[in-house]
């Protein structure tokens, strides 16, 4: 079955540790996007990916980065410049039809806490 | 500004209808979405609508859209205990790859 891969569940991060979330997705999807969620909040967009190789900002992009090398994965490094990392990270997938953006389809997502 | 505006939290009783409403920012999206997510999970695509349609049902979802007033609603039928969860809307207006969300309502459905 086609869909997205998140992993770990769960996360830990140190003081003053970089941790890089995995999200692989197998639906031959050209964008992809990593989203923040806190507790009683909507999603935040922290980066997005419109093609291999390529990827912008979103709001939340500080202390957050990413690569785009193979179209099938997107990971995210949370930084120790992240102050704040503890929340639930979700990554999504979408394709284009004639130019207009398709639903996008999510992981299961990673909840990141801090030790 | 790009705000979706939803309330955030809506109270029914099993095996009675429940409306969720939402307000979106701009009038050319294309498609409005609903999606689900339930606790520890991710967003599950419920139902989408394209912009030149003012209804759709799909089984016991139906989804009403008014393109002047910029709302979009959500009617589950005979909402079940397994209905409750947490719902948002979301558009994605043309010219951009991005996706603007509501903040989400939590559907509480009482046994």
């Known amino acids: 079955d086609g869909g997205i891969t998140q992993s770990p569940k769960y996360l830990f991060r140190k003081e003053g540790q970089n941790v890089t979330l995995s999200c692989e997705q197998n639906?031959?999807?050209?964008?992809m996007y990593w989203y923040r969620q806190d507790p009683g909040q909507g999603l935040r967009l922290i980066y997005y990916?419109?093609?291999?190789?390529?990827?912008q900002k979103g709001d939340i992009a500080e202390g957050y980065s990413v690569s785009r090398e193979k179209k099938e994965s997107f990971p995210l490094t949370v930084t120790s410049a992240q102050k704040n990392p503890t929340a639930f990270y979700l990554c999504?997938?979408?394709?284009?039809?004639?130019?207009?953006?398709?639903?996008?389809?999510f992981g299961d997502g990673t909840r990141l806490s801090i030790l | 500004g790009e705000d979706v505006e939803q309330s955030l939290f809506l109270s029914v009783r099993e095996g009675d209808s429940s409306v969720i409403n939402c307000t979106y920012t701009?009038?050319?999206?294309?498609?409005l979405y609903w999606y689900k997510q339930e606790p520890g999970a991710g967003l599950q695509l419920l139902t989408y609508?394209?912009?030149?349609?003012d209804m759709k049902q799909d089984q016991r979802l139906t989804v009403l859209l008014n393109k002047k007033d910029k709302h979009l609603s959500l009617r589950i039928a005979d909402t079940q205990t397994g209905d409750s969860a947490i719902y948002f809307c979301?558009?994605?207006?043309?010219?951009?790859?991005?996706?603007?969300f509501g903040t989400g309502t939590r559907l509480k459905v009482l046994a």
């Open positions: 999504a997938s979408s394709t284009r039809d004639r130019g207009i953006n398709q639903p996008q389809h």
């Open positions: 990916s419109q093609i291999v190789n390529d990827f």
């Open positions: 701009d009038s050319s999206s294309t498609y």
């Open positions: 979301a558009e994605s207006p043309p010219g951009t790859y991005k996706y603007i």
């Open positions: 609508i394209f912009s030149n349609m």
């Open positions: 639906l031959n999807h050209d964008a």
